[in-house]
């Protein structure tokens, strides 16, 4: 009766929303921690690219014959302030091009000193010094590449946090819509169909009778029931309609259909080749109401009218033959059957 979600709500919606909220958070941090790391990165490329710009003029200058080594030694002190504000992962290229730039402010002091070879030696340390400012940058470029990317995953992960958050809402309104029509149709005490929607089923079991196949309808109604909400109480009447109901729906087959038509009576309408199937089922639901046994109850019986839907029948009124039946058998006696 009813759907899975109707029944257990939270198995699909707490997941869910812990699911949301570990994926929004982990998100969140995961961007926090790339934004904080990134906030940096402008002024990083460009102080590498003043170490790269300050070698490379410095070696020009000294070509030219013109005093370098103070934009050598400033270039070294970009190199040490990118090392500050960067993280670890600049240490390798840092400790190697600070080993360049010793070598080439040492191969400018020997050119000035008028040392021999001194010039190949200035050109070779030139141009370790380019290739390792390059590598610098290089790396420097790298590492904010990743940390946009570790931004952009905390972007996904906030984002399918918030998509499943909205699943959850969806989910929610679906099981209020399902709740809703299953309260709409069933009868939560019995597991019957409330009486519209039985009505709207046997219309549609007789409009859709096949061929050799005959409509069979019973009603039956408690014996005595009044006595027992009178004698024990409401809440003894309630777990009587409950085990009722239950034994009723126990014995339906695939097809049938069971509604309670409003307080003590219910009706089930079946189709079957067999014309005599209405008042068949009727006598089996008579014997496994009898054989019911609730504590501190007394033993339950129930009376039933059956009938076979005429040809050209309006519903209701084999609904209303089937109720006359169910007082013959009332009237001769209770807990027994009557029909056509």
Same mark, same amino acid.
């Given at each position: 009766?009813g ?43 460009n102080?590498?690219?003043l170490? @790269? ?5 410095? #070696? ?48 400018? #002091? ?18 370790d +010094?380019?290739?390792?400012?390059n ?10 590449s990743? /940390? ?18 909205v699943?959850?809402? #969806?989910?929610s ?6 709740? #809703? ?5 069933y ?6 169909? @409330?009486?519209?929607?039985?009505m ?18 019973? %009603? ?21 309609? +409950? ?26 309408? %079946? ?15 008579r014997?496994?109401?009898e054989?019911i @046994? ?26 209303? /033959? ?11 006696? @209770?807990?027994?059957v009557?029909?056509?």
């Amino acid at each position: 009766m009813g759907s899975s979600i109707a029944e257990q709500p939270s198995k699909v919606l707490i997941p869910l929303l812990v699911a949301a909220c570990l994926l929004a958070g982990t998100g969140l941090t995961i961007a926090g921690v790339a934004i904080k790391r990134t906030s940096g990165d402008a002024a990083q490329v460009n102080q590498a690219g003043l170490v @790269r710009g300050g070698l490379q003029r410095a #070696v020009k200058l000294e070509l030219a014959g013109v005093d370098a080594l103070a934009q050598v030694d400033t270039a070294a002190r970009n190199l040490w302030n990118l090392r500050y504000s960067s993280g670890p992962y600049l240490d390798e290229d840092f400790r190697a091009l600070s080993v360049s730039i010793a070598r080439l402010r040492a191969a400018m #002091v020997e050119l000035r000193d008028g040392k021999d070879n001194s010039m190949p030696v200035l050109l070779s340390a030139s141009e370790d +010094a380019w290739l390792r400012s390059n590598t610098l940058v290089d790396t420097t470029q790298r590492g904010i590449s990743d /940390r946009r990317r570790l931004f952009l995953w905390g972007l996904a992960f906030m984002a399918l946090g918030v998509a499943l958050a909205v699943l959850a809402v #969806v989910v929610s309104k679906l099981y209020v819509a399902d709740k #809703v029509e299953v309260e709409a149709t069933y009868d939560t005490m019995t597991g019957g169909l @409330r009486k519209n929607r039985f009505m709207e089923r046997l219309t549609n079991l007789v409009d859709t009778l096949g061929r050799d196949e005959s409509v069979g309808v019973a %009603m039956f109604d408690l014996d005595r029931f009044k006595r027992i909400n009178d004698t024990f109480g409401h809440d003894a009447g309630d777990r009587v309609l +409950a085990a009722v109901g239950g034994t009723i729906r126990s014995l339906l087959r695939p097809g049938d259909v069971f509604g309670r038509m409003g307080g003590e009576e219910f009706a089930v309408a %079946m189709r079957s080749k067999d014309a005599r199937a209405a008042r068949l089922f009727s006598e089996r639901v008579r014997a496994a109401v009898e054989s019911i @046994r609730l504590e501190r109850l007394p033993i339950i019986t129930i009376s039933a009218g059956a009938v076979v839907v005429k040809k050209g029948e309006k519903p209701a009124e084999a609904l209303k /033959r089937a109720d006359s039946h169910l007082y013959a058998a009332k009237t001769a006696g @209770r807990n027994r059957v009557r029909g056509d």
